[in-house]
């Protein structure tokens, strides 16, 4: 067993004056992360990534890209198969405003496993790491991807390490260290279904409406219950990077076409987080890539 220790997320950013009890290692891959966000340096939005620099200006397999069935190799592919998806994860969870997103750093489950996918055209076993979305404001789609010229309300990511690297930074550096699955978000005033898991997400951002700001997530989540309803045997995948500094080429993406209808309401509150700027934390998507000839597969259902 992990040991505990009860400690302030004052550790983390000095923010949050509540003792909260987060288990030692899980804490410890919160401040990694943190860390691995600030090694990007400071950058921001105001020209949805026009203007950064390296990689993501020479680089030639650049996420996000639009996604067009009539352009993409429509093939067989094995399914994408997810272990511990089902599983209860370790709480509390804490999710943090990070200047640039709404992010979530995944803990194991309740019985200390890491939920991973594999399968499809990956190259590998994946690991959850994290979640985090991207989206838009109150008048602009806010999603990273477009699929087939249509962009959504908000883009969710949820990224995984490729088991063979220890750390994110080292996975950063191979073109198989990543798996990040894209799930669109429709802003709806009706629904249909509920998704328990991302409201419990999506209830606690009024309390990170500030940068560096965190609050904590108890009761039961698991990683599958993120991805609702949406059908996850049809998908597109090509190989890309990450959209937001240092832009590193080691993404194999997986973006499903179905789409998660969910609550204006909810998604409201993305629209109200700030920046290290104090500004709205709005429009945090980078612009569409160009493919350079990279093959996009698509699988259909079968
Ligand atoms: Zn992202």
């Known amino acids: 067993m992990f040991s505990f220790s009860f400690l302030c997320l004052l550790a983390i950013c000095g923010c949050t004056f509540a ?69 209860a994860l370790q709480t509390p969870l804490v999710i943090t405003n990070n200047g640039h997103t709404a992010n979530m750093v995944i803990p194991l489950t309740r019985a200390g496993q890491r939920p991973s996918i594999n399968g499809s055209l990956l190259p590998g076993d ?41 750390t994110m930074g080292e996975a950063t ?17 009706r629904v249909t279904s509920q998704h328990y898991g991302l409201n419990k997400i999506f209830n606690q951002l009024p309390r990170i409406v500030e940068y560096n700001s965190n609050a904590t997530i108890t009761g039961t989540l698991t990683v599958g219950q993120l991805l609702g309803n949406i059908v996850t045997g049809e998908f597109f995948t090509y190989n890309g990077s990450l959209t937001t500094p ?23 509150k993305l629209w109200n987080l700030r920046d290290s700027r104090r500004m709205p934390l709005v429009d945090n998507y980078r612009s569409i890539q160009d493919t350079n000839g990279r093959d996009v597969y698509y699988r259909v259902l079968q």
């Not at 860390?35 to 949805?48: F, H, K, L, P």
């Not at 602009?140 to 010229?149: C, V």
């Not at 550096?173 to 005033?189: K, N, S, W, Y």
């Open 19 to 87: 003792y909260i009890e987060i288990p030692q290692d899980y804490l410890d891959a919160i401040i990694q992360d943190k860390a691995d966000e600030s090694s990007a340096g400071e950058y921001n939005y105001d020209e949805q990534g026009d203007d950064w620099t390296g990689t993501c200006q020479t680089g030639t397999n650049q996420s996000p890209i639009d996604l067009i069935f009539e352009d993409s190799k429509v093939v067989a592919i094995p399914r994408l198969r997810f272990y511990n998806y089902d599983q």
């Open 126 to 166: 994946f690991e959850v790491q994290s979640v985090h979305f991207h989206w838009g404001s109150p008048h602009t789609k806010g999603s990273e991807h477009a699929i087939n010229y249509q962009r959504y309300d908000v883009e969710m990511h949820i990224v995984h390490k490729n088991r063979i690297y220890d």
């Open 173 to 189: 550096l191979h073109p198989d260290g990543l798996a990040v699955l894209g799930v669109m978000f429709r802003a709806v005033d």
């Open 246 to 268: 240092d832009c590193a080429e080691a993404v194999t993406w997986t973006v499903f076409p179905d789409v998660l209808d969910y609550p204006r309401r909810q998604i409201a």
